[in-house]
């Protein structure tokens, strides 16, 4: 199982994410940034738990596409 660890308070919603994995990633319409769906805050990280159906390939390449390096796969 894999986690997706999102830094929200440093995107700048380039809205690639979101592009890329539109089930896992909402653009929030409050101040434009993206929101990890289902992720938990934890000491301001949002944390989502990736079950055996998604692809981590997919995951690290979101990873890797995101401009500001927020979103780490671990």
């Known amino acids: 199982m894999a986690k997706v660890i ?3 308070n440093k995107c700048i919603g380039c809205n690639i994410c ?3 994995q539109p089930n896992i990633w909402r653009m929030s319409q409050k ?3 993206a929101t990890l769906v289902g992720g938990e805050i934890k000491k ?6 990736i079950a055996e159906g998604h692809s981590e ?4 390449e979101v ?3 995101c401009p500001v390096n927020i979103i780490k796969v671990v």
Request: cysteine-free; glycine content about 10%; hydrophobic content about 45%.
């Open 6 to 8: 999102h830094y929200r």
């Open 18 to 20: 979101f592009e890329m």
């Open 44 to 49: 301001g990280l949002y944390i989502l738990s």
């Open 63 to 65: 990873a890797k596409a």
């Open 31 to 33: 101040d434009g940034k």
């Open 57 to 60: 390939v997919l995951l690290n």
